[in-house]
Every structure is written in structure tokens, then in C-alpha cells.
């Protein structure tokens, strides 16, 4: 069975830091992953995807994730935060039947000035 | 061009009460799904609907039932409310298949008495 470990309910760091988000999976087949944000009072949108085509892969708003399948991650990272950074981040993996998305537990992402 | 649209936005609910959440898309998806979000346990998908007429379990349903109106639309409803109910509600639509971006409405925010 599929499962997504965010590491982390809260990251804080400053303005112009490194973002890193972190996201581990578990997939008996090849996954497809994906991260979504959620900014407050908001639905969710899609920042990536991995689909494998590319193991690093670029989303909106300067944001990357790298998949690694030895170390069954796919790390969310930034290299200078902005404020209006702040929002809910969440790590997914999608289930074949259906195309069903299991998410992680989300990490919030806050940005002091 | 609205996307995912959710009604109602707000809703309190006595125990034992009934209600139907309303979710429609204009993209002309072929999959939709319900997910519920409680802070700490990320997105939960309650049932989705890979094509017309087709619906099936996810990962919480009890408590819970869905009808796959037409193409547009996919509603929710809740026969006899509970406190554990409370929560806040997504409808999501994708064309369907495992790599597919999911795209999400601004939710449905629900407090059960």
C-alpha cells in the first residue's frame, strides 16, 4: 500500500533563507508524486508533479523537488523564501485505481521578516 | 471559467441532522472526488467517482453517501450528522488517470453540534 511521511507539522525560517520541505513515500510500484499548497481560507493547488520524466522537477513560484528513488524521498526546496511563502504544504502520492491521491500530513510553512 | 465550485461555504449542523454538499466543475472531467481535512491528518478521501456513473469508497465513507448527478457534478451528503463530522470538506476533479493533476474547490467549512 501506498503511504506519504511529511517530516515536520511546522517549519519556520526567515526571509531570503532555503526552503526545505521534506516528504518521504512508500510504493510497492513506480509512484507518481505530487506537492500542493494551501494558502489559509484556500483550496489546494498544484505546485509539481513527479511523473517520470525527470527526476528533478520545476513548479511555480521558484519551487523544486528532487525524486530520489534509493532514499524513497521527494524534498520540496526553495532557495530564498518570501513571505508570501507562508501557506500549507502537502506531500501526495497518486493510486493507480482511480487516479486517488494519498496525502501526507501537511507541513505549515511560516516566513519571518 | 470557475473551475471547481463548492456550495455551501458555511454550514453548522445539529446532531442528527441532514445536509448534501454541492460540487461542480466546468472542465469537463471525467473523475471528481471528496476529501475532508482535519488539522494533522492532512486530506482523506471519502469517495470519489472515477467516470459517470461510477462511484466508490475511499478512505473514510462511513457516515457518508454520493451521487454522481452527470459529468458536472458530484454532491455529498451527510444522512445523520456527528460532532466527528466536523470538518472542512473539498470537492476535486481530475480528466482522470494516475498522473493527472487533481484541481480542488475552496472547500466547505462544516461545524456538527
Known amino acids: 500500500a501506498q503511504s506519504v511521511t511529511q517530516l515536520g507539522s511546522h517549519v519556520s525560517v526567515s526571509e531570503g533563507a532555503l526552503v526545505l520541505l521534506r516528504c518521504n513515500y512508500s510504493?510497492?510500484?513506480?509512484?507518481?508524486l505530487f506537492w500542493y499548497v494551501q494558502y489559509p481560507n484556500q483550496g489546494l493547488q498544484l505546485l509539481l508533479k513527479y511523473t517520470s520524466a525527470a527526476t528533478l522537477v520545476k513548479g511555480i513560484n521558484g519551487f523544486e523537488a528532487e525524486f530520489k528513488k534509493s532514499e524513497t524521498s521527494f524534498h520540496l526546496t526553495k532557495p530564498s523564501a518570501h513571505m508570501s511563502d507562508a501557506a500549507e504544504y502537502f506531500c501526495a502520492v497518486s493510486v493507480i485505481q482511480g487516479g486517488k491521491l494519498i496525502f501526507g500530513q501537511g507541513t505549515e510553512l511560516s516566513v519571518k521578516p | 471559467n470557475a473551475g471547481v465550485t463548492q456550495t455551501p461555504k458555511f454550514q453548522v449542523l445539529k446532531t442528527g441532522q441532514s445536509m448534501t454538499l454541492q460540487c461542480a466543475q466546468d472542465?469537463?472531467?471525467?473523475?471528481m472526488y471528496w476529501y475532508r481535512q482535519d488539522p494533522g491528518m492532512g486530506l482523506r478521501l471519502i469517495y470519489y467517482s472515477a467516470s459517470e456513473g461510477t462511484t466508490d469508497k475511499g478512505e473514510v465513507p462511513n457516515g457518508y453517501n454520493v451521487s454522481r448527478l452527470n459529468k458536472r457534478e458530484f454532491s455529498l451528503r451527510l444522512e445523520s450528522a456527528a460532532p466527528s463530522q466536523t470538518s472542512v470538506y473539498f470537492c476535486?476533479?481530475?480528466?482522470?488517470?494516475?498522473?493527472?493533476?487533481?484541481?480542488f474547490g475552496p472547500g466547505t467549512r462544516l461545524l456538527v453540534l
Open positions: 510504493s510497492s510500484v513506480p509512484p507518481y
Open positions: 472542465m469537463n472531467h471525467n473523475s
Open positions: 476535486a476533479s481530475s480528466v482522470g488517470g494516475v498522473s493527472e493533476t487533481q484541481y
